[in-house]
Every structure is written in structure tokens, then in C-alpha cells.
């Protein structure tokens, strides 16, 4: 359990913040970033669960601890468990991406197929659930430029990649399911 007794400790006013191995870094690392942005990404979970009914919302709710375990995940260099660490690293399991995929299926399942882009919009749900699926895809892309200059747990990468697939499918099916898509009218302003 976490116990926090002070919120500021002014360790990071010079511009570095310590990673969850105990070094340190820049605070606009690339490691940050994608961690930092990942943080971004469960407070729009947040907020889109103010326009959540009940199992949208307990389904949100899990991602958002998802969301935690991959923060520190990303927080942690390296991706390999360390057997002989005091706390051993927290990584994103495969498990956590079979889930979301077949979410992604039972969802997809009771959707018309889609025969246009779609609009980010809608129902305020769906709306939101476009906004979390924008920003996660910001931090799948950090997490990849990550992955191409350090180790990075690849169940991280996929998780993301699975999770703003998830958002874009849940977000039709808060459209009446997806009945009430805004459908993308090419050349409709020329």
C-alpha cells in the first residue's frame, strides 16, 4: 500500500524526477513521456466515466487500474521481472491485453460493420471515449519510440495498441450501437 504524508518533496525542482528503480532522469525524458502520458490518458478514463451507465463503467474502472499498472510498468527501465529486487517490477501481463481483446470481440459482435470513418462525437460518452482513445494512441506512440531506443516490456506497447481500439469500438457502441455514428462526409465543405 502506498502512504503519501507529503505531497510536494522538492526533489524535482531542478528538472529530474526519480523512476521506480530509484534513479533519476529529466523530467522531459522520453520515458517520462510516455509514462506522464499514459497518466493523461486514465484522467480522460475519468472523465468519461461521469457519462458511463454501470458495466461501461466498471469496464472503465478496470482500465483505469490497467492504466496504473502500466505507468509503472513504464516507470521501471528495463522489462524483464527482477527475481532478486526488493519489490519486484509491476509489468502489464498478457493476460490484461487478452481481456481487453476480447471485450473488443463481445463488443464488435453486436456492431454493424462499419462502411465509413466516423466522426469523434456523437452521445457525450462516445465523445469522451474518442478523446481516450486520442490520447492513448499519443502514449502507444511514445511507448514505441521508447521501445526503439530502450528495453520496454512489449505487453505495454500492445496493451496500448489494444486499449485505442477499445475506446474506438466502445465509443460506437455508445452511439446506440453505433447507429448514431457521425459518419465523415468527404469533401462536404469544399
Known amino acids: ?19 521506480g528503480d530509484g534513479s533519476r532522469t529529466a523530467k522531459h525524458a522520453l520515458r517520462v513521456a510516455a509514462y506522464g502520458t499514459v497518466d493523461e490518458a486514465n484522467a480522460t478514463v475519468g472523465l468519461a466515466r461521469l457519462h458511463a451507465a454501470e458495466v461501461v463503467d466498471e469496464a472503465l474502472m478496470r482500465i483505469q487500474n490497467d492504466l496504473f499498472d502500466l505507468g509503472a510498468d513504464l516507470c521501471r527501465p528495463g522489462s524483464a521481472a527482477d527475481a532478486d529486487a526488493e519489490y519486484p517490477p509491476l509489468r ?10 476480447g471485450e473488443i470481440d463481445a ?13 469523434p462525437g ?39 495498441n489494444r486499449l485505442s481500439d477499445w475506446f474506438f469500438v466502445a465509443a460506437r457502441m455508445a452511439n446506440d450501437g453505433g447507429r448514431a455514428d457521425v459518419l465523415w462526409v468527404p469533401g462536404a465543405n469544399r
Open 122 to 160: 456523437g452521445s457525450a460518452l462516445s465523445a469522451a471515449l474518442h478523446l481516450c482513445r486520442t490520447v492513448t494512441r499519443r502514449a502507444e506512440r511514445l511507448t514505441v519510440e521508447l521501445a526503439g531506443r530502450e528495453e520496454v516490456n512489449p505487453e505495454a506497447v500492445r496493451y496500448l
Open 1 to 19: 500500500m502506498v502512504v503519501l504524508n507529503k505531497i510536494y518533496t522538492r526533489t524535482g525542482d531542478a528538472g529530474d524526477t526519480a523512476l
Open 92 to 101: 502489464i501481463a498478457a493476460a490484461q491485453v487478452r481481456r481487453l481483446e
Open 107 to 119: 463488443m464488435t459482435a453486436e456492431l454493424e460493420p462499419l462502411r465509413s470513418f466516423i466522426l
